[in-house]
């Protein structure tokens, strides 16, 4: 799977953390690098509001994909 660069492990971890402690859902688009909202924790491929491309993904399931 391609990532946007921006997409790193630090920053996933904290977007995992920001949905342990509040009542966001964060996730993120791979393909532009763009934070999403509202994403369950283990959405895949879910469509990006700003590149309209299915490459949404939630924070947890994107953690283990970069573990
Ligand atoms: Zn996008």
Redesign the pocket.
Known sequence: MRKHPSITLERVMEAVERGHTSLDNPGL??????D?DGCEPDARAYE??????N??YGAEELLMTLA
């Open positions: 688009c791979i393909a532009c690098g763009k999403a990006c509001e700003c590149c309209g491309r490459a949404v």
